[in-house]
Nanobody
Framework: QVQLVESGGGSVQAGGSLRLSCAAS??????????WYWYRQAPGEEREFVSFIDSDGNTAYAESVKGRFTVSQDNAKNTVYLQMNSLRPEDTAMYYCRVSDSCGMDLWGKGTLVTISS
């Protein structure tokens, strides 16, 4: 019923910026109380939490990205963004969007690749 599509990944030099987008399309069984997450996974590593935002605008960040990344949302567009500044080579990973709601929905996007060169 719902699909998540991430976009905005690419290759940039250390110190640069990228803005990732995660757009949800299709009918949702539960209309409200949506919770959005960003995760990332580097080759050979486990997937790790990056950031969170809910429909009320509450946010959370992993310590490794706090102060550099900013998560935001456009509820009218059912879209969440991750602004990534001061990027470092260790930020290189596949970035995944996840959305859940109070009715039990839990969906993952297919990911967008971010590569940071030094």
């Amino acid at each position: 019923q719902v699909q998540l599509v991430e976009s905005g990944g690419g290759s940039v030099q250390a110190g640069g910026s990228l803005r990732l987008s995660c757009a949800a399309s299709g009918h949702t069984y539960c209309r409200y109380d949506m919770y959005w997450y960003w995760y990332r996974q580097a080759p050979g590593e486990e997937r790790e939490f990056v950031s969170f935002i809910d429909s009320d605008g509450n946010t959370a960040y992993a310590e490794s990205v706090k102060g550099r990344f900013t998560v935001s949302q456009d509820n009218a567009k059912n879209t969440v963004y991750l602004q990534m500044n001061s990027l470092r080579p260790e930020d290189t990973a596949m970035y995944y969007c996840r959305v859940s709601d109070s009715c039990g929905m839990d969906l993952w996007g297919k990911g967008t690749l971010v590569t940071i060169s030094s």
